[in-house]
């Protein structure tokens, strides 16, 4: 998912043009990315509405309000709206990630 975000949602870059700018670019979402206070929302085809997004938003809030996924990776799509599908890494790998891309 983060590489489809990189090639999809590549603002405010341009959509990369070979896997070694793609590479960089997944490098920069990682380290740029507010992971703490936002989710990730990946639209693969461009079918999720704004209810959706506000769907999807409440439950990154209601699971970090019960404290089990703060400082993990949260990515979100039209199949996965809850980010359940995809396990993250725990939070100790997500900050040595974050750490490493930089």
């Known amino acids: 998912h983060l590489v489809a975000s990189a090639f999809l949602q590549p603002a405010p870059f341009e959509v990369p043009t070979s896997p070694q700018v793609g590479f960089c670019r997944v490098l920069w979402l990682l380290d740029a990315f507010d992971w703490t ?12 509405s704004q209810e959706n ?4 938003r409440q439950s990154f809030e209601a ?17 996965d709206p809850h980010s ?12 040595w990630l974050c750490r490493r891309a930089r």
């Open 84 to 95: 359940i599908l995809l396990s993250s890494p725990p939070a100790t790998v997500c900050a």
């Open 37 to 48: 206070h936002e989710p990730l929302v990946v639209d693969f085809d461009e079918k999720i």
């Open 53 to 56: 997004r506000l769907s999807m």
């Open 63 to 79: 699971g970090h309000k019960d404290g089990k996924r703060i400082n993990t990776f949260w990515v979100s799509s039209r199949w």
